[in-house]
């Protein structure tokens, strides 16, 4: 892989604004990425208030972005604007790019619902490898202004004609309470594992075996 600075995006990263936005225009553009387009402003203020995660190799090339943003009084929070400009796709760097983003959720609004609306594949499986899970749209946030953002998606009508409910997008929801509980349970589920193994190992197994006489004893 590359050697890139992934990390907050400070306001030194500003330079970067104008290729971020031209970087999501034209993703936004092709078709099933479902990528809603963003203003200079807005992508200006998300890292003027530490809520986006640039990524640009050493020699200072923009190679990708994303924010985050929290919706329903900070009951929600969605990772969004995943881009990573193509010459330096298929190296994991969009992988690195939305684990700094989601750990930046999580100190920013640990208890918040993470969530995502994605056509990708790609970003679907990266979802998937940090906890989100499929859910109906019902589970999102029913704030309008979160819903206004998909206005600059060619998919909108889509969305506007099913009232919300469905969208060729697929929604990905990371609920820290349930993870937590998963873990706790796979945990112990690998405890009871591991202290049933190691009384077995402790315990002593009689070898039945024939005598010189043809009877069974214990070997000790």
């Known amino acids: ?36 387009k963003r203003s200079r402003e807005y992508l200006s203020a998300k ?34 604007g995943l881009i990573v400009m193509e010459k330096f796709r298929g190296c994991g760097l969009a992988m690195k790019i939305k684990e700094e983003a989601f750990k930046l959720s999580r100190r920013t609004f640990p208890e918040a619902l993470m969530f995502g609306l994605a056509t990708s594949l790609a970003v679907m499986k990266i979802n998937s490898s940090l906890g989100y899970k499929p859910v109906t749209f019902s589970e999102l946030t029913a704030d309008d202004e979160f819903w206004k953002g998909c206005q600059t998606c060619s998919y909108y009508d889509i969305l506007v004609r099913t009232n919300r409910t469905h969208c060729l997008c697929t929604a990905m929801l990371y609920d820290p309470e349930k993870v937590e509980k998963r873990i706790r349970k796979k945990n112990k589920t690998k405890n009871r594992s591991i202290n049933g193994r190691n009384k077995l190992s402790g315990k002593s197994i009689e070898i039945p075996f024939l005598s010189r006489n043809g009877k069974k004893e214990n070997k000790p």
């Open 47 to 80: 890292i003027h208030e530490g809520k986006a995660i640039i990524a640009h190799t050493k020699e200072g090339e923009f190679a990708g972005f994303c924010y985050i943003e929290s919706w329903g009084q900070k009951k929600f929070v969605a990772n969004s």
């Open 1 to 36: 892989m590359k050697d890139f600075f992934i990390g907050l995006a400070r306001e030194e990263h500003l330079y970067y604004v104008k290729d971020i936005e031209n970087a999501i225009i034209d993703a936004s553009r092709v078709k099933g990425t479902g990528l809603a």
